[in-house]
């Protein structure tokens, strides 16, 4: 027998993982799939790279080969780009099964997505708020597969149990089975009070107690050891001409990067000016049509691009082995993305380098990555200062200033902003709607 099914995972399963030369289980592996084989709940707290989807993957396809009827698993994730990742391992670990999966997401034709929901695919890879809207939009024929699921997960479950994801969460809820009705599975790298307090809620009469595994969080390990983490101090009017500076230097020119901003702004104009000064560059922000989204990602994936500026759609949970530096081009405001966005390298034990570009206006928040992680960041003693004078500045000014003029032209954020006036053009109305109803009720009054 294989250590895999020494845990309990079907001998199918584990020859697909041996095929995948995936011969030995992580710690959150080995200790979460035999409690969710048992019938636990399970909330597991485990670091970036440490093989969460497999943790509630095996047991779900484990039992759903047992009896491969109807949508067996509902997996709500927080991004488009997480979700698609999620449902290429099912593929692969399903393929000798005939698995159906089906992903759910925004940018994708939502007809093509309620005929997909009406065959019953096995498991369902969604975005909370695409599936709440084919719960509110596309019928019953649509979605009353989902009224007899046997698991749930939330992946990611800290970001999707925040404030931002409450209402379309509602809604799933609302349709799926019980919670004494189906198995409920968390995984998430960052173990919050709100994913923590799920433990102590009663459990239903004939259900096991929640099994709860954070022996391997970030809160006690909050960066892997293999990383190196860094920073520069420069000034924040100077930034694109460093950057450019560190994107060539030797031991950097021919390694996969990711670079994180906080705008999809700034990742337009930096994908443009580096494109400018020919690097293989591709980007994944919220305002690119998901098609461009997903193939950035496959450029980035198959070195076509060795360069990807991304905003914190890309910050969790995808796994691309090849990635040698992440660079925080713009400092997050909360440590915890930045433990996220540095993930994406020195995962399962590889090595990895992550900078820092820290500016004037950046100091406070960098004094609370490092509290945070537990650890001073080291300067990155490479850039020189004349070199960059001589020769990244003259040529990334003159590309930034190209590449800003593209964007004017091409009318860059019009729709985003078009949308913005729209939602608050439909705000308006509504608090008008209201204020007319509570004038002629007090009149009748």
Known sequence: ????????????LAESLNAMK????????????????????????????????????????????????????????????????????????????????????????????????????????ATPGRLADHIINSGEDTICGLRRVKYLVLDEADRLLSNSFSKDLEKCF???????????????ATVTDAVRALKDRPVPKGKLPVYINEVDTIDKVAIPSTLNVNYI??????????????????????ANVIIFVNRTHTAEVLRRTLRKLE???ASLHSEMPQLERTSSLHRFKANAARILIAT???????DIPTVELVINYDIPADPDDYIHRVGRT???????????????????????????????MDLLELVDDDKIIKESLKVTSSAKREALMDMDREGFGEKKLNNKRKHASREELKNKSKISKLNKNSKNS
């Not at 609302?174 to 998430?188: N, V, W």
């Not at 101090?233 to 021919?254: C, G, M, R």
């Not at 914190?312 to 995808?318: I, K, N, P």
């Open 174 to 188: 609302d349709i799926l089975p019980k919670s004494d009705k189906r198995r409920t599975l968390l995984f998430t």
């Open 312 to 318: 914190d759609v890309a910050s969790r949970g995808l």
């Open 279 to 281: 690097l293989r560059v």
């Open 1 to 12: 027998m294989s250590k895999f099914e020494d845990l309990g995972v079907a001998k199918w």
């Open 346 to 376: 020195a995962r399962a034990g590889r090595k990895g380098d992550a900078l820092s570009v820290v500016t004037e206006k950046d100091v406070e928040r960098i004094l609370s990555i490092e509290e945070r992680i537990n650890k001073k």
């Open 233 to 254: 101090f420069i000034p924040s009017y100077v930034k694109e001409a460093y950057l450019h500076n560190i994107l060539t230097l030797s031991q950097y020119k021919d």
């Open 22 to 125: 995936i011969y030995t289980p992580t710690t959150i592996q080995a200790t979460c799939i035999p409690k969710i084989l048992k019938g636990h709940d399970c909330i597991g707290g485990a670091k970036t790279g440490s093989g969460k989807t497999i943790a509630f993957g095996a047991p779900m396809l484990t039992e759903w080969s047992q009896d491969p009827m109807g949508i067996f698993g509902v997996v709500l994730t927080p991004t488009r780009e997480l979700a698609l990742q999620i449902a290429e391992q099912f593929h692969a670990l399903g393929s000798s099964m005939n698995i159906r999966v089906s992903v759910i997401v925004g940018g994708e034709d939502i007809i093509t997505q309620a005929l997909e929901l009406q065959k019953k695919p096995h498991f369902i890879i």
